[in-house]
């Protein structure tokens, strides 16, 4: 037992120095200067945070999600904080074709794109599987085929400026637990289809970066709302502005996955460590 303690904080330890120097900040806000950026999900919890943050750096920015006037706030304040430009284009991803209409709009006013950012997510309670596969189909088309979608229609420009893919995905897609099935569903998708497309860009000598974030619980207003409908133990929450630039570092330097907090990345490492207790972890936590 002992021996085995001592092989695990060694693992540890190591993983750690690993990690420090696999994250040290190459961070320059100078590459954000003019950059072109679409940003979905803007409207409101970690994309706002993330609008903020671009046009502090001084990007050129198209912002979309559904709700205009939403849209309309975040504009302003991009603007005060020094955004150069700041465009918005109201669009539900529940409809295939609104992705093609909103890319349209990006060339239209950005003339090319560096960075696209696919962050936002259709609302689903955290609750079971009611067997409403319906349900699950709209959460697909908008968790995840429309990050496709997106990806498809900008890819051509993409490559041209050696741009970058910037996909936000979560622990649930990378780790199952109970309350999350079509949430988590459309999360290991991402991860499938752009860790696959990473390889065939590099492959093809493609200069385009795709950077998959793994974040924990952020305290957005929609995901305190979702814990707070189920009793559950305490919770930390991660504060949003800090998770937004986070993603944007990842970004700006072509990380190929980022974790945050960073602890969550120890947790998808071991997951498949004792899968008997982590299974009985999770249903007595989950309970
Ligand atoms: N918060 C967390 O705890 C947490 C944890 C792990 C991962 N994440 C990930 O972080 C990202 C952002 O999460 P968040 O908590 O900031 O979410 P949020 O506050 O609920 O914001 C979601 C955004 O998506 C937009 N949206 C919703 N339905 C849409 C639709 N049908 N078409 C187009 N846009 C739509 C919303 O705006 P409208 O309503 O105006 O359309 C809003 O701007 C998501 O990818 C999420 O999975 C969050
Ligand atoms: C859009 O956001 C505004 C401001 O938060 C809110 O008052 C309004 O109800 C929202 N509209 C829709 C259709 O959700
Ligand atoms: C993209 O990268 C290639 C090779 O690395 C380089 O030749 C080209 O000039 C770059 N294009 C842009 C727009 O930066």
């Given at each position: 037992m002992a021996g085995f303690a001592k092989s695990f904080i060694l693992i540890l330890t190591v993983s750690a120095g690993f990690l420090a120097v696999l994250w040290r900040d190459t961070f320059?806000?100078?590459?954000?200067?003019g950059a072109h950026v679409l940003l979905t999900g803007?409207?409101?919890g970690i994309g706002e945070q993330m609008a903020y943050h671009y046009a502090k750096f001084g990007a050129e920015l198209v912002i979309t999600a559904r709700n205009e006037t939403r849209l309309k706030q975040v504009k302003e304040k991009c603007l005060e904080l020094g955004a150069k430009k700041v465009y918005l284009v109201p669009a539900d991803?529940?409809?295939?074709k609104n992705a093609e209409m909103v890319m349209q709009f990006t060339l239209d006013k950005?003339?090319?794109?560096d960075y696209l950012v696919l962050n936002h997510i259709g609302y689903d309670p955290?609750?079971?599987?009611?067997?409403d596969a319906e349900l699950t189909s709209w959460l697909m088309q908008v968790n995840f085929l429309s990050y496709v979608q997106l990806t498809a229609a900008a890819l051509p420009t993409l490559i041209k400026s050696n741009g970058s893919i910037i996909v936000v995905s979560s622990l649930c897609g990378k780790v199952a637990i109970p309350y999350a099935a079509s949430y988590s569903a459309s999360k290991f998708a991402l991860n499938g289809f752009f860790s696959s497309l990473r390889h065939e860009l590099a492959m093809q000598g493609r200069d385009v970066s795709v950077t998959l974030c793994i974040l924990g619980l952020i305290d957005t207003q929609s995901s305190q709302e979702k814990i707070k409908a189920r009793n559950m133990p305490p919770m930390i929450f991660y504060p949003a502005p800090e998770t937004a630039l986070a993603i944007i570092k990842g970004g700006a330097t072509r990380a190929q996955e980022i974790y945050y907090p960073w602890w969550v990345a120890i947790i998808v490492g071991v997951q498949d460590w004792f899968p008997a207790m982590r299974d009985k972890m999770i249903h007595s936590y989950f309970q």
């Open positions: 320059d806000s100078e590459l954000l200067s803007a409207s409101q991803m529940a409809i295939p950005l003339g090319s794109l955290f609750q079971m599987w009611t067997g």
